[in-house]
């Protein structure tokens, strides 16, 4: 039997190359699943849905009104994680206009102010005009809207990923 | 030889703990490294009583968007000791931000990254990042609204990175929205992700402790030089070195044991930071703020000037890093003792100040709106019926959620107690109907009347 070191340099690539290469198989047939599960949110996208919001009737004309809903997840597991919150305007034209909630700065939930008609941001002093426009303090956009439609007498709005603020906002 | 003696030697034998561990434990030190040494390894022991409280968390939390809030009030108000157990993991995490940044003054000012130590610099650098993100994503873990507000955060961050920044939002929040996903990823970074992560670094930073030595206490004059400095090194040991344990460690030991008993002291005393609303999003009468560790960076997000803040919110982060990756290229020899680096020291102060000031503005945070002011018209009375009008105006247009009178409102604007002293009638109206940056219009929100009213109390004030 030949000694161990005496085995020819092409054989001794050929064994490390084979070593390497057969375990960067394996490594990376366990891996893609793992992968797919980091990113499973960019594989998976779930369609958003229309959500009942209330009766025509429930939204007095001129008012802004906080309504909530289910966002597009559906599984009971997400608790009330997956609410989310806009502000429903009901113009004087009889047209409704939906806001985010998110302030388009950082995130943060915007309330509204009914008496001085601005929405208000808890955060870092985002402020907006009730048609959803900047009025001071950071956020570089105007707040972002939901599609909301009328159906058989019931508003409806519909769901919307977290509005995200891109550099160039 | 007695009978456990005998198991002992066994066991020693065949597995080598004593031929291990003793000569790590016994390694030369140089001599005089004192106090300003005990930093490192306080933050070591932080970590080790993070792990083991967040074991023990580990044991009664429930991972799911659904139930963590849940389970958080039943570790609080319910499970034996949970409040403090919780209590020593927030207090922990606290001295582990604090000792981690002291560590990384010590070894700045005293210059110990430099050869050959660079790799200990590189390492602590990732370490150092990994721990903040470790005090981010825990206090999310609680998961009240503070913990579903910190991820939208995150997410908004993100979401500012170019092309892929929206992508990269949605795989933090395992989805385009907060749901069932959001609550068990940030488990799965702050619990295996991070950790793993940070534990490989750990001992490699340690292995670098053994392999570099610990740094000789600098001495003004005695210069780095990298052909020479190992062999100058070896020689001191051989010389003047002292060994590890028990000559030096003793120290780590005391402070380590004193830092331990303090955390425990305060989570006893203070207990766990108080859970906020529940975690849904559609609650909107909420104030989201961090813990305080994050707090510097929520302040600069407040005060950054908008127009260049989202492009900082990319480029700030990663020039840090890489600042401080390069520093050890930069300069790794010459000069160590901070009395001949003045420009350090004077920088150091320069970045601790800047954080300090941060951060105390930040936890009194003058540009939120003071939603929770109680109305002037309630605390200040008049007899003149139209003062009392200008004043409940004044309250509920949301002028006092921004500005005091006479210590009641805001702090975002200026304080207008005596506004009527140096501001006309005419100043007023013009500032008022058209607003500026950080001041809405309200030209289409008031009235004439109102107006006239308001302005009136506001011209009144003197």
Redesign the interface.
């Known amino acids: 039997m030949k000694q161990e070191k005496e085995i020819s340099e092409s054989r001794r690539n050929f064994l490390m190359k084979f070593s390497l290469g057969l375990g960067g198989i394996a490594a990376l047939l366990a891996g893609i699943p793992i992968l797919g599960a980091?990113?499973?949110?960019?594989i998976k996208?779930?369609e958003q849905k229309w959500r009942v919001v209330g009766k025509l009737t429930d939204f007095a004309k001129g008012e802004t009104q906080?309504i909530?809903?289910r966002?597009?997840?559906e599984?009971?597991?997400?608790?009330?994680?997956?609410?989310?919150?806009g502000w429903l305007r009901h113009k004087e034209n009889g047209e409704f206009e939906c806001f985010s909630?998110?302030c388009t700065?950082?995130?943060?939930?915007?309330?509204w102010?009914k008496?001085?008609?601005?929405f208000?941001?808890?955060?870092?002093?985002g402020?907006y005009?009730k048609d959803g426009t900047v009025?001071?303090?950071?956020?570089?956009k105007s707040l972002t809207q939901y599609s909301v439609r009328v159906n058989k007498g019931n508003v409806e709005v519909k769901?919307a990923?977290?509005p995200?603020?891109?550099?160039?906002? | 030889m007695g009978f456990f003696k005998k198991i002992w030697n066994w066991i020693d034998d065949r597995s080598g703990i004593s031929e291990t561990i003793m000569p790590l434990a016994k390694h030369l030190v140089p001599p005089a490294s004192k106090w300003s040494y005990v930093f490192g390894s306080a933050t070591l022991f932080c970590f080790i009583l993070q792990v083991a409280t967040g074991i023990g968390l580990s044991l009664l939390y429930q991972p799911?968007?659904?139930?963590a809030y849940h389970s958080l009030e039943y570790i609080t108000n319910q499970a034996f000791l949970g409040n403090v157990l919780r209590g020593i993991h927030y207090f922990g995490a606290s001295g582990m931000i604090l000792f981690v940044g002291i560590h990384m003054i010590r070894v700045y000012i005293t210059a110990s990254y430099k050869f050959p130590r660079e790799m200990n610099w590189i390492s602590g650098v990732i370490l150092l990042f990994l721990t903040i993100a470790m005090g981010f994503t825990g206090q999310l873990l609680r998961?009240d609204a503070n913990g579903?507000?910190s991820s939208?955060?995150a997410?908004?961050?993100l979401?500012?990175?170019?092309i892929i920044?929206?992508?990269i939002?949605?795989?933090l929040?395992?989805?385009?929205?907060?749901?069932?996903?959001?609550?068990n990823r940030f488990f799965s970074y702050h619990v295996f992700i991070i950790p793993a992560m940070m534990f490989i670094l750990v001992g490699f930073h340690l292995f670098l402790v053994f392999r570099n030595g610990i740094s000789e206490p600098p001495k003004p004059g005695r210069l780095v030089d990298p052909k020479t400095y190992r062999k100058w090194y070896q020689h001191l040991l051989a010389k003047k070195g002292v060994p590890f344990w028990p000559n030096a460690a003793w120290r780590d030991a005391l402070f380590g044991a004193v830092v331990v008993i303090c955390i425990v002291g305060l989570a006893i005393f203070f207990g766990a930071p108080k859970l906020t609303q529940?975690?849904?999003?559609?609650?909107?009468?909420?104030?989201?703020?961090p813990d305080w560790y994050m707090i510097p960076i929520?302040a600069l997000?407040?005060l950054?000037p908008?127009k260049i803040?989202?492009?900082i919110?990319?480029i700030g982060p990663l020039v840090t890093i890489f600042a401080l990756l390069a520093l050890p290229f930069l300069s790794n020899s010459g000069e160590r003792s901070p009395l001949r680096r003045p420009w350090a020291v004077f920088g150091t102060f320069l970045v601790l100040i800047f954080v300090f000031s941060l951060l105390y503005i930040g936890l009194k945070a003058p540009?939120?709106?003071k939603?929770d002011t109680k109305p002037i018209y309630k605390q200040i009375k008049t007899n003149n019926p139209d003062m009392e009008k200008g004043m409940v105006l004044f309250y509920?247009?949301?002028c006092q959620?921004?500005h005091q009178i006479k210590g009641h409102g805001g702090m975002?604007g200026p304080d207008l107690t005596l506004i009527g002293r140096t501001w006309d009638k005419n100043q007023l109206k013009v500032q008022i109907i058209n607003?500026?940056?950080?001041?809405?219009?309200y030209g289409?929100?008031l009235t004439k009347d109102e107006l006239n009213q308001l302005v009136n109390y506001l011209a009144a004030l003197r």
């Open positions: 980091l990113f499973q949110p960019l996208k779930g906080l909530k809903f966002n597009a997840e599984d009971a597991w997400a608790g009330v994680s997956a609410k989310s919150a909630a998110n700065h950082l995130g943060c939930p915007v309330r102010e008496d001085a008609e601005l208000m941001c808890p955060c870092h002093g402020v005009y009025a001071a303090g950071p956020p570089p769901t990923p977290i995200l603020t891109k550099i160039t906002a | 799911s968007s659904q139930n998961w579903v507000w939208v955060v997410a908004e961050q979401s500012r990175v170019p920044g929206t992508y939002a949605d795989v929040l395992g989805g385009q929205a907060i749901g069932e996903h959001t609550l529940p975690p849904d999003p559609s609650i909107i009468t909420t104030t989201p703020s929520f997000f407040a950054m908008p803040e989202s492009y919110i990319v540009w939120s709106p939603f509920k247009k949301g959620y921004c975002k607003g500026n940056k950080n001041m809405p219009a289409s929100i």
